[in-house]
């Protein structure tokens, strides 16, 4: 008998109102590829924080609650992905989840949310960045920016590095367990327009580099929109690097159809849009493969 189905993603992160960030970016992405999202809420956020004054519902205990059913009705997952989360008790949970939901040929991806531009983010304690130690050594796929990838090693940031300081980088986090190290936003360049995102393979011993547009601005949720789109390919079975052009292209494309129109950038890039375009015929252009 053909039984029909269709791949289940637990995404765990927050709900924003306004401003397109986390599951309002991984739900329209991971639908349209195909997949059915199960979102476990970590939060509700009136929008998302870089607006200033927003309101924050923390959803703690209603997740433990979720997984309780989920538990009860033995819900089997093919893909984790989570992202933004509210406490060091959440990421625990998130710990337990993982432990919990584990089956063969899962995808685990987590993005480490923890802080960007040398800073981390104002609802991030100590404590969080040594949970998220922990967390990582249970995912497939993570896709931490420079300033995670320093905390996640206890290491100093520096906005510009070397390529060689990458490879290191990505294989110190990737031997903590993941398989796939994703480090987005690398060396961005007004002068060249350009910002890069590398990759490390270590079932392969490979090393990927993307070469993106760089349009300036703070257009939150592109992070996710990037974690999202990676999921969906790799879950497809798309190769590491044109899942990585995909996700590149995606954004690129997302973003130039709001540029210069005089939207707030602070609402997100324009995922809507172009949605087709994550199922259309894709011909991979920029990914080179680092020696
Ligand atoms: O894109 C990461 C993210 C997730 N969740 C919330 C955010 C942001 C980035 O601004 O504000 C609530």
């Not at 519902?57 to 538990?71: A, G, P, Q, S, V």
């Not at 919990?100 to 480490?112: I, R, S, W, Y």
């Not at 960045?129 to 090693?153: F, R």
Request: aromatic residues 8%; proline residues 5%.
């Amino acid at each position: 008998m053909i039984r029909p189905s269709i791949q289940t993603v637990a995404a765990i992160h927050d709900i924003s109102g306004y401003g397109k960030v986390s599951l309002t970016v991984a739900i329209p992405v991971l639908s349209s590829m195909g997949f059915q999202v199960c979102p476990l809420p970590t939060a509700v956020l009136s929008t998302n924080t870089e607006y200033g004054d927003f309101s924050f519902l923390n959803l703690t205990d209603n997740m433990e609650e979720m997984i309780k059913h989920w538990k009860r009705l033995n819900l089997r997952f093919d893909a984790i992905y989570s992202g933004f989360l509210g406490s060091h008790r959440q990421v625990e949970i998130v710990q337990d989840f993982i432990n919990h939901f584990k089956q063969e040929q899962q995808l685990v991806v987590v993005d480490p949310v923890l802080g960007d531009d040398g800073h981390l983010y104002n609802s991030m304690s100590p404590a969080m960045i040594d949970s998220m130690k922990e967390l990582i050594k249970s995912a497939d796929v993570i896709t931490p920016n420079l300033t995670e990838a320093a905390l996640l090693l206890e290491s100093d940031y520096r906005e510009h590095v070397t390529e060689s300081r990458l490879k290191d980088v990505m294989k110190a986090l990737s031997e903590k367990g993941p398989e796939i190290v994703i480090i987005s936003n690398v060396n961005k360049s007004l002068k060249k327009k350009h910002t890069y995102v590398y990759a490390y393979n270590a079932a392969n011993e490979t090393f990927w580099k993307i070469t993106c547009d760089y349009l300036p601005g703070n257009y939150p949720g592109t992070g996710d929109t990037f974690a999202s789109v990676v999921t969906g390919c790799l879950l497809q079975g798309d190769s590491l690097p044109i899942a990585l052009d995909r996700a590149v292209q995606f954004i690129s494309t997302s973003l130039r159809a709001l540029y210069g129109t005089g939207r707030d950038p602070l609402a997100g890039i324009a995922v809507e849009k172009n949605l087709a375009n994550l199922t259309a015929p894709f011909r991979p252009s920029t990914f080179e493969m680092i020696e």
